[in-house]
């Protein structure tokens, strides 16, 4: 299929959906899913069958609306005088006779709906999240219709492959899977490396606990994922791309797989893409559940069918990667930003956030927050702006205490950083790391050594065994932290596991290791208080201090 | 035929679950880096591997054996003890686990007995732990037999296992 025939099925596509008069669409990401939504869907289906609306009302399936929380979400376009959209939340199969009686009148639902007009959706800016909530996941035709494969038909008909690492370079994009490596620099490597095959792999091994923006990615948006990977492909040469998915993600994998196979038939994959003699190949490697498969390295043997261990760098990845070729791994949030990047140019995506982190950023908010879901933010925001005005702050009346971002390699914010901008720098500074973009908020009711010990007992159980720092290390640290928990430590005992922070750190082969002890560190330096209240003084004659309520 | 003869002893001749896990290892061209697939598909298959499974993909993909049990037991997701009846995966996520998640794993080997990663004795509930369903918005999160519930407490999660095995007896 070439340019001019996808431009085409867009315009008419474009025409079909403003044929209806009114479009109702479902949140079918697995975070409504499992709220009812697929029953919600059905349920308005039947109802517009049922009164004759067929060529009226459409009812779409579309991906992540963002707050969580309060799905079944629906949204309900009106275009009887002005056009306007309502989003109703915790919509139930019963409300559907309700939501399609209200679509002539042109009147809401007040009890189901959930006023947009609040911070939680005015702060944010949506680029990678631009089409979820509004894009059939399931429908080549519809992502079309929503201008998608525009940024690839640029890239391969007006673009060379070198103009296109410019493009990257100039956006400022660094790599949103944690280390916030510049993406334009990594392409251009691997596009110098010498090999006479190249790979390009999508990093969907999210393994943080608390983080699931590529999970909505990838839900939501599949077709623009494989485009930022065909973009990519073309950009350093590859001809095969993998996605290395967690099997955690079924219904991830189901829509991936189901649009690799729509794009395939459409050739915006395979051979000849769009009428040109460029070939990409996409195949889909799932993982098996080992968190060290982030690191890349890992991430790579796993793909090759072996068990996930890294291996010491160099030679990096760009240079000897997958089966020894030149790779480039970016992870999914970073490929879905660049169709962006390519249609609107380098410039204007460097034009959202701040100086050296650019672009907008998707957090996972979780944890005690009046709104969990998934926002989308320019970089730089303020934390307090995030948790309090988008967030909605700390439910019933708590006190905010911490927030943890970066999973198990990052550390715990305390409030005294509250107006501190996020962006990689500002958060290296206060020792946590960006990471994929979970953030967790915690209360007084959390206790910080129980969540030190709670990431450190992840990382143990979750070390590969290859190098003894790690291996060994972690077992230490947790039994100390058990040790500290239980009111049993010592002064030496906390001065160890100090010790063993540093060295840790310092000696472990991959960043599993290395990051290990982020969170026993950060919240050692905020909180160090709660560790001390739990130590056995010396002269003591062993009795032990009353335990303190603890409540995770 | 090298399948046919590679056929663990003892499997039955049409059983339809080596099909598919014979289907799934020839759809990768029986590539010996299709190896974690091929288990995936084993397990899906038969629930679990055991040794049988895990001797045919090993001499189906020419990959030592040791190999095949070396990535079998590094990867969490691969079990290699049967699950029973019904399972019941309680998400430990930091969101979950903030939320209450050890309230619910308590409370579930208060009522059934079951502590994590183990099945019951009448082989009706197995209880796993998992990282991250990413239902961190739903938190505390479980999946029972493949659904998702979310915000559940301790008591409702006892009364939702209830339903399930209820659920199984009256439909045959």
């Known amino acids: 299929m070439n340019p001019e025939e996808l431009r085409k099925i867009a315009i008419t596509q474009k025409e079909s959906n403003a044929q209806y008069k009114h479009q109702i669409c479902v949140c079918t990401a697995a975070g409504c899913v499992s709220s009812g939504a697929d029953k919600v869907k059905d349920a308005l289906n039947a109802g517009v069958k049922k009164l004759g609306l067929e060529s009226t009302v459409q009812v779409k399936g579309v991906g992540c609306m963002g707050p969580c929380s309060a799905g079944p979400l629906v949204r309900v376009k009106v275009r009887v005088e002005s056009e306007g959209e309502i989003l109703y939340k915790e919509v139930t199969p019963e409300n559907a006779t309700e939501i399609l009686a209200s679509l002539d009148t042109g009147k809401k ?43 690839m038909i640029k890239a391969y008909t007006e673009m060379a492959p070198q103009d296109v690492i410019e493009e990257v370079i100039k956006s400022g994009l660094r790599g949103r899977g944690g280390g916030g490596y510049p993406t334009g620099l990594k392409w251009s490597t691997v596009a110098k490396a010498r090999g006479t095959r190249k790979f390009v792999i999508c990093n969907a091994d999210e393994g943080d606990p608390g983080a699931f923006m590529d999970r909505a990615v990838a839900e939501s948006d599949p077709y623009r994922l494989l485009e930022g990977m065909a973009i990519a492909a073309y950009a350093i040469g590859a001809d095969t791309g993998y996605i290395y998915l967690r099997a955690e993600y079924p219904l991830a994998v189901k829509r991936l797989r189901a649009a ?27 993982g098996a559940g080992a968190f060290v498969c982030g690191e890349e390295t890992a991430l790579i043997a796993s793909i090759e069918g072996n068990r996930g261990q890294p291996r010491p760098r160099p030679p990096y990845p760009a240079a000897s990667g997958l089966w020894g070729f030149p790779t480039l791994i970016n992870n999914v949030e970073t490929l879905a930003n660049i169709p962006y990047i390519v249609r609107e140019g380098g410039d204007a995506y460097g034009s959202i956030g701040t100086e050296k982190s650019k672009g907008t950023k998707v957090f996972a908010l979780a944890g005690k927050v009046e709104n969990t879901g998934l926002i989308e933010v320019p970089m730089g925001t303020l934390l307090k702006e995030i948790i309090f005005d988008i967030g909605g702050g700390i439910p019933d009346g708590g006190k905010f205490k911490a ?110 290791g290395q990051t290990a002890p982020n969170p026993v560190v950060s919240t050692l330096r905020y909180f160090r208080d709660e560790y001390e209240s739990r130590l056995v003084r010396k002269g003591d004659n062993g009795s032990k201090p009353q335990p303190e309520e603890v409540k995770a | 035929m090298q399948t046919e003869a590679n056929k663990p002893a003892g499997a039955p001749p049409n059983d339809p679950r080596w099909k598919l896990l014979d289907a799934a290892m020839r759809r990768n061209g029986r590539k010996q880096n299709a190896l974690i697939e091929s288990l995936h598909a084993a397990q899906e298959a038969f629930g679990f591997l055991d040794e049988d499974s895990m001797r045919y993909v090993a001499a189906n993909l020419r990959v030592p054996l040791s190999k095949v049990y070396g990535v079998a037991t590094f990867y969490h997701f691969f079990t290699l003890k049967p699950q029973g009846e019904h399972s019941c995966v309680v998400c430990t996520g930091t969101a979950c686990y903030i939320k209450g998640a050890p309230n619910l794993l308590a409370s579930l080997e208060e009522h059934f007995g079951v502590t994590a990663g183990e099945t019951s004795k009448d082989g009706k509930l197995s209880v796993l732990t998992a990282r991250c369903f990413g239902c961190c918005g739903l938190a505390p999160a479980v999946v029972i037999d493949g659904d998702v519930s979310g915000k559940l407490t301790s008591a409702g999660l006892v009364e939702k296992i209830h339903e399930c095995m209820k659920g199984e007896v009256a439909v045959p």
Request: proline share 3%; glycine share 10%; with cysteine.
């Open chain 1, 109 to 151: 639902i007040d009890k189901l709906e959930y006023n947009t007009d609040v911070p939680f959706f005015t702060r944010q800016k949506k680029v990678v999240l631009e089409n979820a909530g509004y894009v059939d996941p399931d429908s080549f035709v519809d992502y079309i219709g929503h201008d998608g494969y525009e940024a």
């Open chain 1, 403 to 512: 927030v943890q971002t970066g999973g198990p390699s990052g550390g715990c914010i305390p409030d005294q950083f509250l107006d501190m901008p996020v962006d990689y720098e500002s958060l290296a500074k206060a020792g946590s790391i960006m990471g994929s973009g979970g953030m967790i908020v915690m209360d007084d009711t959390s206790s910080m050594v129980d969540i030190a010990k709670f990431f450190m007992e992840f990382c143990m159980t979750e070390s590969c065994g290859k190098c003894v720092p790690c291996r060994v290390g972690t077992v230490q640290m947790h039994n100390l932290l058990e040790k500290i928990a239980n009111n049993e430590a010592t002064e030496d005992d906390l001065a160890l596991l100090q010790e063993l922070c540093d060295m840790v750190k310092n000696t472990s082969l991959c960043g599993l």
């Open chain 1, 260 to 286: 690799i196979r729509q794009a395939e038939r459409h050739q915006t994959l395979g051979n000849g893409i769009c009428g040109t003699t460029f070939n990409f190949r996409v195949e889909i490697r799932l």
